[in-house]
T-cell receptor, first 113, second 116 residues
Framework: GENVEQHPSTLSVQEGDSAVIKCTYS??????FPWYKQELGKRPQLIID?????GEKKDQRIAVTLNKTAKHFSLHITETQPEDSAVYFC????????????FGQGTILTVHP | NAGVMQNPRHLVRRRGQEARLRCSPM?????VYWYRQLPEEGLKFMVY????????ESGMPKERFSAEFPKEGPSILRIQQVVRGDSAAYFC??????????????FGPGTRLTVT
């Protein structure tokens, strides 16, 4: 089955800096890669996603890049703000794992004012 | 447009009792997924259902756990004879069907199960 590795496990930045979180996946047939933000005690919220026919997608301050050959994808947050502080999860789906999401272990992002 | 609804939000059960967790998907969504999140860990897939069908239950423990999504009413995750290790947050997600957006899963607020 699919396996997703996420790094780093914790990330601390100053307000205004950029933050990058990276994930690798094992199943080359996976074709859908969402990112979720989870605040303490809250539900995971879908913030951006990318499909395998696209190399990059951007939405305001967040962007995701995908390298299918290397089987890795990354989340980029620019001009970070304190309200970006949360746990971020990457996930992969599709191929032999159609429907279910396989999540990475999560990254605790702290943005210091 | 109401999001995914789950109830109860918090559930306390003694060891050996049964826990029933309910999930109502977003309007227009016919796919339901259940995930479990242990304290300070990631989300683990349990089961994927469509109306009256279990599509993938590869993440569901073989014993004590069952799930259903009947033609009418919410999806139910049932845990029989709960043990302390079942204490976790259980999240339900739903996605639309028959469209390019069928991959997108939207999560409910979760049910936090505590087994004493």
């Amino acid at each position: 089955g699919e396996n997703v590795e996420q790094h780093p496990s914790t990330l601390s930045v100053q307000e205004g800096d950029s933050a990058v979180i990276k994930c690798t996946y094992s199943d080359s047939a996976s074709n859908y890669f969402p990112w979720y933000k989870q605040e303490l005690g809250k539900r995971p919220q879908l913030i951006i996603d990318i499909r395998s026919n696209v190399g990059e997608k951007k939405d305001q301050r967040i962007a995701v890049t995908l390298n299918k050959t290397a089987k890795h994808f990354s989340l980029h947050i620019t001009e970070t703000q304190p309200e970006d502080s949360a746990v971020y999860f990457c996930a992969a789906s599709g191929g032999t794992s159609y429907g279910k999401l396989t999540f990475g272990q999560g990254t605790i992002l702290t943005v210091h004012p | 447009n109401a999001g995914v609804m789950q109830n109860p939000r918090h559930l306390v059960r003694r060891r050996g009792q049964e826990a029933r967790l309910r999930c109502s998907p977003m309007k227009g969504h016919s796919h339901v997924y259940w995930y479990r999140q242990l304290p300070e860990e990631g989300l683990k897939f349990m089961v994927y259902l469509q109306k009256e069908n279990i599509i993938d239950e590869s993440g569901m423990p073989k014993e004590r756990f069952s799930a259903e999504f009947p033609k009418e009413g919410p999806s139910i995750l049932r845990i029989q004879q709960v043990v302390r290790g079942d204490s976790a947050a259980y999240f339900c997600a739903s996605s639309p069907s028959g469209s390019i957006r069928s991959y997108e899963q939207y999560f409910g607020p979760g049910t936090r199960l505590t087994v004493t």
